[in-house]
């Protein structure tokens, strides 16, 4: 079974940026065979995705209020996810977690928080 830590998180002024990282482990694992996402969940509402990655990285796919602002990549050598976010804005607050898979449904890690504000 796999398992997902994500790290990066923290406060961080409108405007700015913050890079996301994910490890990726657990036996049997193949993170380079695998497809990976990232979701958020802001306070007081659901679990959203924003974004995805196939395995080899050759093709991604964001939710519409995040393109061109956040840009995710992979490290297959390294079973590393990360998520580049720039120009945030109060809405981009929440926690933010890296999962297995294409979409929601899959595992995920314990999250990390991002908190946008003055």
């Known amino acids: 079974q796999v398992q997902l830590v994500e790290s990066g998180g923290g406060l961080v002024q409108p405007g700015g940026s913050v890079r996301l990282s994910c490890s990726a482990s657990?036996?049997?694992?193949?993170?380079?065979?695998?497809?990976m996402s990232w979701l958020r969940q802001a306070p007081g509402k659901g679990l959203e995705w924003i974004a995805s990655?196939?395995?080899?990285?050759?093709?991604?796919k964001y939710i519409r209020f995040v393109e061109g602002r956040f840009t995710m990549s992979r490290d297959n050598a390294k079973n590393m996810l990360y998520l580049q976010m720039n120009n945030l804005g109060v809405d981009d607050t929440a926690t933010y977690y890296c999962?297995?898979?294409w979409g929601k449904g899959g595992t995920r890690g314990p999250g990390t928080r991002v908190t946008v504000s003055e």
């Open positions: 657990g036996w049997g694992f193949d993170f380079s065979q695998t497809a």
């Open positions: 999962a297995e898979g």
């Open positions: 990655f196939t395995a080899d990285g050759s093709y991604s």
